[in-house]
């Protein structure tokens, strides 16, 4: 991801040669439309060789493969759980396929999910008390 500041990008809190959004799964394809709308955004911010989208199951790309597919010039990848809170997946699940994937040559780093943030927080109370007419 080496130069963003000078070609205007946001710097992400912590450096990472690799972006990994994970959600859950499902066989609907239309269940994976707002995941597949976010990576896009994503990938329009930090570049389309510098993220990716995976899936925990029912679907693919799985974090095995996605990992599978990258560079050996990826050193650090960071794993964002597009999960509302740290249930069994986050707890145990995605925790042993880390350590599987990892090595001395790749680190990743399983961040907090989504849901956990205060401005997912702040933005689930607006919707609803949109959709409760109260705001």
Avoid: C
């Avoid at 799985?62 to 707890?91: C, D, K, M, N, Q």
């Avoid at 109370?125 to 109260?134: E, I």
């Amino acid at each position: 991801m080496g130069n963003r500041e000078t070609l205007g990008i946001k710097m992400l809190r912590k450096e990472y040669d690799h972006i990994i959004l994970l959600a859950h799964g499902s066989p609907d394809p239309l269940w994976k439309q707002p995941f597949e709308s976010l990576y896009q955004q994503v990938s329009l911010t930090y570049g389309k060789n510098n993220a990716s989208l995976a899936y925990m199951e029912l679907t693919t790309p799985s974090l095995e493969e996605v990992i599978a597919t990258l560079g050996e010039e990826v050193r650090t990848v960071a794993v964002l759980p597009l999960f509302l809170a740290v249930g069994r997946h986050l707890r145990h699940d995605v925790p042993a396929q880390i350590a599987a994937l990892q090595s001395d040559a790749l680190q990743i780093e399983l961040l907090p999910p989504i849901g956990e943030d205060e401005l997912v927080k702040q933005a689930m109370q607006t919707v609803v008390a949109n959709h409760l007419g109260k705001v």
